[in-house]
């Protein structure tokens, strides 16, 4: 046999054929190393690209401003990570970058270690990993856009990863580990609540998993769950609306005000939000396996059930509260926390009704590969080649050659700068992250009148349409809320900057405004 090392990747796939030692080369280990170089790719991109922010990604930059029990209607552990992280290595866009990547590689890790845990046929456990490049919501919504959920599916992977642990060999450790993940989970997203029930739903339902439930041991499993929410739910209690009404209301919003057409909303919207997550990975495994995956659908084995009821469960929690609560929308970041296991869910099944063909395995691999090198020229493209289509994306918008022109002009630093939404707060922050940005969209990152101190204050808004635009309401109301309804407003300006890797003529427009409040 050729070494590892030497040959093509074909040559390794066939390596992998002539040994039936589950521990050769045809356990793929070279995974891990595949995805570290991914994520250090996705990274050094990303860094490199821009130092302009998408949505989700400003919101880190705002609220990375100070330490709070609570900030809004999402948990907070994601924010004190990054807040955390900020503090040691500065604000920057490398900062976020790097962090978001390990989580990232964690999860994919981590994924590889459980399904290794539970398979035979080790060889499924790289093909169930690889699997998550066939999900858009994977492979491209949480490596661009989503920051809490991402946390969140690395903490439902070692919850599970945890579980599986105790019911094979039970510890002390383990079980603190069950609590610990329990706990941390619930401060990634809410919605963790609904994989601790799925979970301990399939627990109940192993015969083994059913005697760790009464071990006494759980109670340590409680009382570190309960020890890392509680600072938390303390401050959640006392702010019951923000996080309550937030979120019910999102997930309510596209109801008709009937409660039998609400509810068939939601059914309709769940069943939609499902297949568009789970479609593309299901027929990836249908053209590769074929009859092989069909009559794998009707093998069971231990652990293909144990995630299978935590799927089905899941399933029958929601529609439960979509009857009772009248959910009307749920997003697909909402339902990848549980549906991105329904790739693990096809490799136990496959790994139940007995050894896989080589050459299937071989034909599945090139399609995540291929993903894996196309992906990080996608995204830089998807920036960079924006001039030919006039269609500019936020990383393309000049925050950072507007600041520097601004302040150049006016020849002094702000004290404070005021916007409207995080968005622009965050990309303004990290572009001067020694400076205070307020944004009147979120109240808690306001400053009071003695805060502001008698610098200037620098009130910034953006037109995208390329027309000049006048100050919003909103900052005209924090003005005279912090200086009184008497003053004079500031004379309001506008310049029109290129964007990053723009084409002439186009431009993005700004409105600013300097306050001096000595002035007053």
């Known amino acids: 046999m050729k070494p590892l090392g030497n040959g093509s990747f074909a040559d390794v796939l066939e390596d992998g054929a002539s040994t039936g030692s589950l521990n050769a080369p045809s356990d793929f280990r070279w995974v891990s190393w595949a995805l570290a170089a991914y994520f250090l790719a996705q990274t050094i991109i990303r860094i490199a690209i821009s130092d302009s922010l998408r949505i989700d990604e400003a919101q880190q930059f705002v609220v990375s401003q100070w330490l709070a029990w609570g900030y809004d209607a999402q948990p907070p552990l ?5 807040y955390g992280v900020f503090e040691i290595f500065g604000t920057s866009v490398a900062s976020f970058v790097i962090v978001k ?49 991402v946390l969140t599916l690395l903490a439902v992977v070692l919850f599970i990863y945890f579980v599986v642990s105790t019911i094979r060999r039970p510890s002390i450790f ?51 769950a309960v020890l890392v929410v509680l600072p938390h739910a303390v ?3 006392s702010n019951l609306d ?47 396996f074929r009859q092989s995956f069909l009559r794998s659908l009707r093998a069971r084995s231990e652990w293909s059930d144990f995630i299978g009821r935590i799927l089905t469960s899941t399933a029958v929690i929601l529609l439960v ?26 490799c136990l099944k496959l790994d139940a009704a007995g050894r896989q063909s080589q050459t299937d395995i071989k034909k599945f691999l090139y399609i995540p590969i291929v993903m894996m090198v196309a992906l990080p020229i996608v995204v ?20 950072g050659t507007f600041l520097d022109k601004v302040i150049a002009a006016e020849g002094k630093q702000p004290s404070a700068i005021v916007t409207t939404t995080w ?50 309401d909103e900052l005209k109301q924090w003005l005279e809320a912090k200086f009184g309804k008497a003053i004079k407003l500031p004379s309001q300006q506008d310049i029109a900057v290129p964007y990053y890797y723009g084409k002439e003529p186009d431009r993005y427009h700004f409105g600013y405004s300097w306050y001096y409040p000595a002035a007053e």
Not at 176 to 184: D, H, Q, V
Not at 254 to 279: F, N, P, R
């Open 235 to 237: 401050w959640m209690i």
């Open 423 to 472: 968005h622009k707060a965050g990309n303004i922050r990290v572009n001067m992250p020694d400076t205070s940005v307020v944004s009147t969209a979120y109240p808690a990152s306001d400053l009071s009148r003695q805060a502001l101190g008698k610098g200037p204050v620098l009130l910034v808004w953006n037109e995208r349409n390329g027309s000049q635009s006048s100050m919003p």
């Open 101 to 149: 990547n390990l989580m990232l590689f964690g999860v994919y890790i981590t994924y590889h270690k459980l399904l290794r845990l539970l398979v035979v046929d080790k060889r499924l456990a790289a093909i169930g990993v690889l699997s998550l490049f066939t999900m858009p919501q994977m492979f491209w919504q949480a490596q661009r856009d989503l920051t809490h959920t």
């Open 242 to 288: 923000l996080v309550l009404t937030s979120t019910v209301n999102t997930m309510a919003e596209q109801g008709a005000g009937g409660k039998l057409s609400d509810i068939a909303h939601g059914i309709s919207d769940l069943i939609k939000t499902t297949v568009e997550i789970i479609v593309p990975t299901s027929v990836v495994f249908l053209l590769v």
């Open 321 to 346: 509260l979509i009857f009772i609560v009248t959910l009307t929308e749920l997003r697909d970041r909402w339902l990848l926390p549980f549906l991105f296991l329904v790739p693990a869910y096809f």
């Open 174 to 224: 383990s079980y603190a580990m069950i609590g610990l993940w329990a706990g941390l989970g619930m401060l990634t997203k809410y919605n963790f609540a609904l994989v601790i029930l799925s979970v301990l739903v399939a627990t109940f339902c192993h015969p083994e998993g059913r005697k760790r439930l009464f071990d006494l041991r759980l109670l340590l499993t409680l009382s570190l």
């Open 380 to 399: 830089a493209g998807d920036i960079l080649l924006a001039r030919f289509f006039h269609s500019y994306q936020h990383l393309n918008t000049p925050y």
């Open 78 to 82: 994601y924010n004190w990570l990054q």
